[in-house]
Nanobody, 118 residues
Framework: VQLVESGGGLVQPGGSLRLSCAAS????????MSWYRQGPGKEREFVAI????????VYADSVKGRFTISRDNAKNTVYLQMNMLRAEDTAVYYC????????????WGQGTQVTVSS
């Protein structure tokens, strides 16, 4: 199984970025897909999740109204659209796949750096 994130980079406060996570080696629709992040000197934290069945979404309070998670099961890809970015959004963003029928089966991507700075 491979999860490959892309789309990170340097952006000014108030700007936008779209992250992508391409999955391979798994039946994508069987997995809940999430984004996590780890800021400098901080623990990894939950950002957003989109369910494999039905596509329900949940967001962390810190990103609600600014970030949008979506998935394309035909392309085995999950996205994170990030708008109105703030300095505190600076972090390495990780993609996570968790099998719905077996929650102990979890995969992580290698992460992509997002830096929000003027």
């Amino acid at each position: 199984v491979q999860l490959v994130e892309s789309g990170g980079g340097l952006v000014q406060p108030g700007g936008s970025l779209r992250l992508s996570c391409a999955a391979s080696g798994l039946t994508f629709s069987y997995y809940d897909m999430s984004w996590y992040r780890q800021g400098p000197g901080k623990e990894r934290e939950f950002v957003a999740i989109i369910r494999g069945a039905g596509g329900a979404v949940v967001y962390a309070d810190s990103v609600k109204g600014r970030f949008t998670i979506s998935r394309d099961n035909a392309k085995n890809t999950v996205y994170l659209q990030m708008n109105m970015l703030r300095a505190e959004d600076t972090a390495v963003y990780y993609c996570n796949a968790r099998e719905m029928a077996r929650v102990s089966t979890v995969y992580w991507g290698q992460g992509t750096q997002v830096t929000v700075s003027s």
